[in-house]
């Protein structure tokens, strides 16, 4: 009778003994595989353009007229830094245009007289005169006086890059393993974009498309109708003479 209830007993243990083994074994096994390879849950995106989007916002653009003062009137390349600005502003500005003007110091006369030349500059460029707003400011201890030129423009920016909030080398997480591209790549082509890009606006949408130009398209047609190359030929381009100074 000994013997019979001691095998029922090793009977009900024994599903109860595997159970424990296979907590166990599992245990041991979680214990040892690296907890960052078993998380698979995205935190950055993949795509460095989502990760380092070019945004436009409001920005500033800034010309200074350094005075000197025994001097009034523009310099040669301070004439036509003041041309190309009206110009711009023409095509790109948001706002009208600031002039800062010193209102103390020895270089007030001259900054006046200057004042008055960037003025006409302007009126021959076509700014209408309530575009314009003059204000006076008071310069800080000996610093140079400059009239400050400065309108509103949309700005193209990416970035801040140089961010690195993971380790590059080697480590069990899961993007290491699979080779993922790290945070900061891609910034520095997306900020360099951002600045070369002529008109921001070219980023969001495509420009409206103008006239066809009449006079070629209407060479062009009836050379075709006519049977000949209605393709444009260029000569004398491949005739050039290299230079034979300093043979």
Known sequence: MTVHNAVIAKRRSAPALRLV??????????????????DTVETYPRDYRARHPISLHEGTHTVQVFVGRNRGGLTPNQRADV????????????SGISIEVPRSGPSVRAAR???????????????????????????????LAAIRLDYSK?????????????????????????????????CATQRNLAAMVDNPSDLVQPRGETPAYAARRSVAIDKYRKGEDPSGKYTGYDTGKISEVGK
């Open 154 to 186: 949309v700005v193209a920016d990416a970035g801040p890059c140089g961010v690195w909030p993971d380790d590059l080398g080697p480590t069990s997480d899961i993007r290491y393993v699979e080779n993922r591209p790290y945070w900061n790549f891609g």
């Open 83 to 94: 041309l190309s600005f009206a110009q711009v502003w023409r095509r790109n500005a948001t």
């Open 113 to 143: 007289d200057t004042l008055r030349e960037i003025e006409s500059i302007f009126a021959a460029s076509g700014i209408p005169r309530r575009a314009v707003y003059v204000r006076r400011y008071r310069p800080v201890g000996n610093e």
């Open 21 to 38: 083994a296979a907590l166990t074994l599992a245990t041991s096994l979680a214990g040892c595989y690296p907890h960052g390879v078993m």
